[in-house]
């Protein structure tokens, strides 16, 4: 199986940035593509961006588009995330996670394996 662990989550205000990692290891070479996603209190778990290993396709959610940046280190099985002009709605837990197909898709379903999350607070 494939473990997934992120990082860089934490409190900063409107308008600042944070930059969130996850670092596979495992049978990394079934990580297709892999994604984040996020999870608010109350909130159903929803997509933020993913990346395709195979291709190179990234895909944003609208709602992070022109603000985050998804990129990875295919060699060193490493993701990341970087966030900036962060508001407080994109306060939420963030999860990585990873696909054994090369096609992007948006829902959690789609995916095989997840990281136990790291916390990301947005204060206003």
């Known amino acids: 199986q494939v473990q997934l662990v992120e990082s860089g989550g934490g409190l900063v205000q409107a308008g600042g940035s944070l930059r969130l990692s996850c670092a596979a290891s495992?049978?990394?070479?079934?990580?297709?593509?892999m994604g984040w996603f996020r999870q608010a209190p109350g909130k159903a778990r929803e997509f933020v961006a993913a990346?395709?290993?195979?291709?190179?396709?990234?895909y944003y959610a609208d709602s992070v588009k022109g603000r985050f940046t998804i990129s990875g280190d295919y060699a060193k099985n490493t993701l990341y995330l970087q966030m900036n002009s962060l508001k407080p709605e994109d306060t939420a837990v963030y999860y990585c996670?990873?696909?054994?197909?090369?096609?992007?898709?948006?829902?959690?379903?789609?995916?095989?394996?997840w990281g136990q999350g790291t916390q990301v607070t947005v204060s206003s």
């Open positions: 495992g049978r990394t070479f079934s990580n297709y593509a």
């Open positions: 996670a990873s696909r054994s197909v090369g096609s992007i898709v948006v829902v959690t379903s789609g995916y095989d394996y």
């Open positions: 990346i395709s290993w195979s291709n190179g396709n990234i």
